[in-house]
């Protein structure tokens, strides 16, 4: 038997009492056909595979295959000392690369009890909404882009990305493989030059969101392939783990910035956008009006921001060991709920380092919802998803 | 929300025979767990999902976690008689003599859930499960039917400890290959010879060239350059 048949082998008896819609019997003759969409499709952002069964145009079957940029994160971490993994996470999501620092930073700062200066919490905040809006801009730019419309939208977003990852170079020395924070603050202060360049990038997104919303929005095109289109019903998404943009444009009101209120959030005002279908149209829109709220934050963080350390003075952070114990820490990243779960053992090494990957865990419920649509909406669902795959294989 | 203490409790009054055990946790994060023993699992997990305090809703993150074998050494205060001269004559005498003993505690695998909830924007609650051994009882029940997002992390758990789930749906390899024998993440999983002929071999690859062409030959491999093409 092939590796792609074992992949649909006797799913029927699998599914008992299990949290899964009736499978789609096909009509007509009952011929399939079995495409591999990937691991070089270009829809799929790297190195991923999708096992389709179609019934003409109609999907009846989908799995995901991983595993193509596996090289096992996690047991590099286990071999080397809490610090020497920081450089590690940026290669995690790799578009994101403060939010991945952030998350462990706040896991290991749970682990030892180390406190954050204010400042710090101030530029992570700066530093963690820029990421979310470029993040979101590239990804909406791709998902057009997959849709057909070639070139305008994606360089339209990473015009404006290419801004803030300039002020991230200006800051950490890199465009992408920032290694910026450290367990108890931040590695570098931001000077007043970079301040103020960072305040008119601010001042100059809206512009630009202005721009993209009278553009995409109500374009007929996008609207015709996106609306009704792999829907995702709100009681399957909090059931399957789904976080992020995804879950809020299925309507479930669930963001960790306002549940955990980790770091400063709680002192600032904004508000978290929902969704009502939960289609791909849904979850477009929602991205939008995050960025727009992610810029209300970074205009108070800019705005509020005091002097003093960007380090705790006490914090130790090369050759510690913490106490043994567990920690597992989470952050609201671009693409959903990131987590750190770390054990020690009381050596200079984590005994269990462990990266909780939204965008493996938003690919659960890829295939219910690419159920029953055309071959040519998968793309499309897919990209809605917003994945990594530096982050789904580890 | 609800001490571990409390969910003990009330686990153990919702679902009898249900065994919880408090795992506490050193560190200043506090989030201590809860064991569970094999038996009731679902039907506890179904309860912490359900119960209108609790509604933990959302299964936020599956981990292994390999524990090898341990080898503990004890000191033991051992009572023996010794023969012995005192004052040039022989004689049987009571001697206490502290012992170090060697024994080896079983090790085991461990799977740890972590639990929210979307409803009542709570948590989290930790929950442990330990299997038997990490050999041929390496099982556990599945809660992939009780939280849909513990799909891939189990298979993920499956393919790098070996940890088998009863009752998942899908239980296939998720990051390695199919044909793919051992589990990386365990602790004593050791690295394939992958060996890889390199011109100017040096340093760990060096190293590496020189115990692959022993294991071949018998003999190492010459000084600063691996023999060519030993692999082929």
């Known amino acids: ?21 009736a499978m789609i019997a096909p009509d007509g003759d009952g011929e399939l056909l079995e495409v591999a969409m990937g691991p070089h499709h270009p829809s799929t952002h790297g190195v991923f595979r999708m096992d389709v069964a179609l019934d003409g145009e109609r999907v009846i079957r989908l799995k995901p295959v991983f595993g193509y940029l596996h090289r096992n994160h996690e047991k590099i971490a286990e071999g080397i000392s809490y610090l020497a993994s920081m450089p590690y996470t940026d290669r995690l999501d790799y578009i994101c ?13 749970k682990l030892t009890g180390q406190e954050v200066p204010e400042r710090a919490e101030y530029l992570r905040v700066i530093l963690g909404e820029l990421t979310r809006f470029q993040n979101h801009a590239s990804s909406i730019g791709f998902l057009i882009q997959e849709m057909g419309a070639s070139g305008t939208p994606l360089m339209y977003a990473f015009r404006e990305r290419e801004k803030i990852l300039d002020l991230f170079e200006e800051l950490t020395g890199a465009r992408m493989m920032v290694n910026y924070m450290r367990f108890g603050g931040c590695r570098v202060d931001a000077s ?14 809206p512009q630009f969101l202005d721009e993209f919303d009278r553009l995409l929005s109500s374009n007929e095109i996008l609207m015709a392939r996106t609306q009704g289109v792999g829907m995702l019903p709100a009681e399957l998404a909090v059931n399957a783990g789904v976080t992020g943009p995804m879950l809020r444009a299925s309507g479930v009101n669930y963001d960790i ?25 849904d979850r477009y829109m929602i991205r939008l009006l995050e960025m727009r709220e992610s810029l209300t934050i970074l205009r108070q963080a800019l705005k509020d921001l005091p002097a003093g350390p960007v380090m705790d003075p006490k914090a130790k952070i090369r050759g510690f060991r913490p106490k043994p114990g567990e920690a597992y820490g989470r952050i609201e990243a671009p693409k959903g709920e990131l987590g750190f779960y770390l054990i020690s053992d009381g050596g200079p090494n984590p005994y269990r380092y462990r990266v909780r990957p939204p965008s493996l865990i938003n690919l659960t419920i890829l295939e219910d919802m690419c159920l029953g649509q055309n071959v040519a909406d ?8 917003d994945i990594v795959l530096g982050e789904v294989d580890r | 929300m609800k001490t571990v203490e409390e969910i003990k409790s009330a686990i153990e009054a919702a679902v009898l025979g249900a065994a919880v055990e408090i795992v506490p946790n050193p560190s200043v994060s506090g989030q201590h767990s809860l064991r569970l023993a094999p038996g009731y699992v679902l039907d506890v997990a179904k309860f912490l999902r359900d119960d209108a305090e609790l509604k933990l809703d959302f299964l936020s993150n599956v981990t292994g976690v390999d524990w090898p074998d341990k080898e503990v050494a004890e000191k033991v205060m051992v009572t023996r008689t010794v023969a012995k001269t005192v004052d040039g004559v022989e004689q049987q005498v009571e001697e206490t003599v502290s012992e170090t003993r060697k024994r080896v505690e079983p090790g085991f695998l461990e799977v740890v859930y972590h639990l929210y909830s979307v409803e009542k924007k709570h948590g989290p609650v930790v929950l442990r499960m330990r299997t038997v051994n990490r050999t041929d009882q390496a099982d556990l029940p599945s809660l992939t039917p009780i939280w849909r997002s513990a799909e891939f992390q189990e298979r993920e758990i499956f393919d790098l ?21 051992d589990f990386p993440m365990r602790r004593d999983y050791v690295e394939p010879d992958d060996f890889e002929y390199e ?10 060239a020189q115990l692959h062409q022993a294991a071949l030959t018998g003999q190492p491999g010459e000084e600063g350059r ?7």
């Not at chain 1, 038997?1 to 949290?19: C, I, P, R, V, Y």
């Not at chain 1, 103020?196 to 100059?204: G, H, I, P």
């Not at chain 1, 400063?264 to 904004?270: K, V």
């Not at chain 2, 011109?199 to 590496?208: I, Q």
């Open chain 1, 1 to 21: 038997m092939s590796d792609f048949q074992t992949h649909f082998a006797s799913d029927s008896e699998k599914l008992e009492g299990w949290n899964r819609p």
């Open chain 1, 97 to 109: 690369p403060i939010t991945n620092n952030w998350a462990y930073a706040l896991a290991v700062e």
């Open chain 1, 192 to 205: 007043p030059v970079w301040l103020e360049k960072a305040r008119q990038v601010v001042e100059s997104l």
């Open chain 1, 257 to 281: 910035r306002k549940v955990d209120g980790y770091g400063i959030y709680n002192r600032f005002n904004f508000r978290v956008p929902l969704g009502d279908h939960g289609d791909v149209y």
């Open chain 1, 378 to 385: 998968v793309v499309l669902i897919f990209g809605s998803v």
């Open chain 2, 161 to 181: 400890y070996g940890v088998i789930f009863a009752g998942h749906p899908d239980l296939r390899r998720l990051l390695m290959w199919d044909n793919f024998k």
């Open chain 2, 199 to 208: 011109p100017t071999a040096h340093d760990a690859v060096l190293k590496r």
């Open chain 2, 226 to 232: 691996p023999e060519m093409g030993a692999s082929q």
